[in-house]
């Protein structure tokens, strides 16, 4: 099994910034992809980015150009650099990882907490 655990979320004004973190643990070798999803009140949750082992990324039509994720094999870590905040951004965000075939996952697909992120006006 998979150990996620997400942080770095917090309250931030519009047009201000965040970095999220997701440190895995476990049997992480039965995973080739992390990514962010997102759940605001009242919406379900919607994907933001991934990244998988290869480096390939995708992102979130609504958060291109706004977010970067990337990440740190040595710490089995993956970040989601998030700029230029819009109240809409406002969500909790979860941080994912599974084993990715083309487009599709298999097997299982793991889940941390969450964390907030509220952006003020």
């Known amino acids: 099994q998979v150990q996620l655990v997400e942080s770095g979320g917090g309250l931030v004004q519009a047009g201000g910034s965040l970095r999220l973190s997701c440190v895995a643990s476990?049997?992480?070798?039965?995973?080739?992809?992390m990514g962010w999803y997102r759940q605001a009140p009242g919406k379900q949750r919607e994907f933001v980015a991934r990244?998988?082992?290869?480096?390939?990324?995708t992102y979130a039509d609504s958060v291109k150009g706004r977010f970067t994720i990337s990440r740190d094999d040595a710490k089995n870590t993956v970040f989601l650099e998030m700029n230029s905040l819009k109240p809409e951004d406002t969500a909790v965000y979860y941080c994912?990882?599974?084993?990715?075939?083309?487009?599709?996952?298999?097997?299982?697909?793991?889940w941390g907490q969450g964390t907030q992120v509220t952006v003020s006006s």
């Open positions: 994912n990882g599974g084993f990715i075939r083309g487009t599709l996952y298999e097997g299982r697909i793991y």
């Open positions: 990244i998988e082992t290869r480096g390939t990324t």
């Open positions: 476990g049997t992480i070798f039965s995973i080739n992809a």
